[in-house]
């Protein structure tokens, strides 16, 4: 997402935030994944979202009036949502995120918990 009141023209390393904690994701280089439109998901977010939804398994079901935040699907999957914004994610997008900054040669991200 970006930071209210910027310049779509001229983006800037803060005004880039994580959709789920409004972070500057860029400005404090914070590992993250950038979805569809430019939806961003922050490390520390998608941690909390993959201990949610992979390792205990939370099973929140779905809206059919709610679509991801980064995939921008409605799907049948189960999802989290921040707690300070509207924003979800859908556990196959967790599970892709993660994936990605796993592997990454950028960052020394791993997956938090065991996956089961």
Do not use: Y
Not at 29 to 40: F, L
Not at 53 to 76: A, G
Not at 87 to 115: M, T
């Amino acid at each position: 997402m970006h930071r209210q009141g910027s310049d779509p023209d001229n983006i800037q390393p803060q005004d880039i935030l994580c959709d789920f904690c409004e972070r500057p994701t860029w400005e404090m280089d914070i590992p993250s994944i950038e979805g569809h439109h430019g939806s961003v998901l922050c490390a520390e977010c998608l941690e909390v979202a993959w201990d949610s939804l992979v390792v205990e398994k939370q099973e929140i079901p779905s809206d059919p009036e709610w679509t991801c935040s980064m995939c921008l699907e409605s799907n049948d999957g189960p999802w989290w949502q921040s707690s300070i914004r509207e924003a979800r994610v859908c556990r196959r997008c967790v599970k892709q995120s993660a994936g990605v900054l796993h592997k990454s040669k950028d960052w020394d991200w791993k997956k938090p918990g065991r996956e089961a």
